[in-house]
């Protein structure tokens, strides 16, 4: 069975005055059995998040070299030394703001597992892909272009967030999340021998009011989540609901 996580991602959001929702979210993961909790916030806090029991410290993004000219770039080793274990990569927000394309996500992905650490690979479609009923086909070539030879459950979870619900309250179609879940594990199960076992979150607008009935849904494993992980308050309650999660959805 693949493991259940729950992953915060942070974005560019967070000073200091945060780190007390951190304590208390890594409070609370001691009491939530069967999840792993993931944090990835700022770099700048990383070590601090990274003192905590309990959850697992995640950077954002790293460049895909270990070391050289790349003017305030962050590599996969120094991330790992500033306390990182994962790694979010592929991020939609990178793949805009930065032109980032399936090539170099599966560089930074490489470069992540180079430096012992386990990449969660984002993968989504826009709504104009959607709109236009290529969401399968977008996500079978993000797939088999941004993450390489090598995965295991081990090294890498793969996150699917349809590009259109991020940050914008808008979530799926229940039927359409388990039907992109089951294509994503028959894809990862057909090209790697233990590929069935990488987890697979759900992105976009996940909150305590619908994390229940998206993590009743087969094949999602858990979920990433952008601003209802900047506290405890709206945070706990997502990973106390996958806690809840039946042994076999
Ligand atoms: C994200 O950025 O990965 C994300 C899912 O954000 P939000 O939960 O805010 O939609």
């Not at 979210?25 to 916030?41: F, L, N, R, S």
């Amino acid at each position: 069975m693949a493991a259940r996580i729950i992953a915060g991602n942070w974005k560019m959001n967070g000073l200091a005055a945060a780190l007390p929702e951190v304590a208390r979210i890594a409070d609370a993961a001691h009491d939530v059995t069967g999840v792993e909790t993931v944090i990835a916030p700022p770099v700048t806090l990383l070590p601090r998040v990274a003192r905590h029991d309990g959850i697992t410290p995640a950077a954002q993004d790293c460049h895909a070299a270990d070391a050289g000219a790349h003017t305030g770039d962050l590599s996969a080793p120094m991330l790992a030394e500033a306390g990182a274990r994962t790694e979010i990569l592929g991020h939609s927000e990178r793949r805009a703001n930065h032109a980032e394309r399936d090539v170099q996500v599966a560089g930074k992905v490489r470069a992540a597992w180079g430096a012992g650490l386990r990449a969660i690979l984002c993968i989504g479609e826009t709504e104009a892909q959607y709109r236009g009923g290529r969401t399968v086909e977008v996500l079978a070539r993000q797939l088999a272009a941004s993450l390489p030879e090598g995965a295991t459950p081990e090294n890498t979870i793969v996150a699917y967030e349809p590009v259109w619900a991020i940050g914008t309250g808008i979530t799926l179609r229940e039927d359409e999340i388990e039907r992109v879940h089951r294509t994503l594990r028959d894809r990862l199960a057909a090209r790697f021998a233990q590929g069935a076992e990488v987890s697979l979150l759900y992105g976009g607008s996940v909150s305590a009011e619908n994390a229940a009935s998206i993590f009743a849904l087969r094949n999602v494993d858990g979920a990433l989540v952008g601003g209802a992980s900047l506290t405890a308050g709206k945070f706990v309650p997502i990973m106390n609901a996958l806690a809840e999660k039946g042994a076999y959805a």
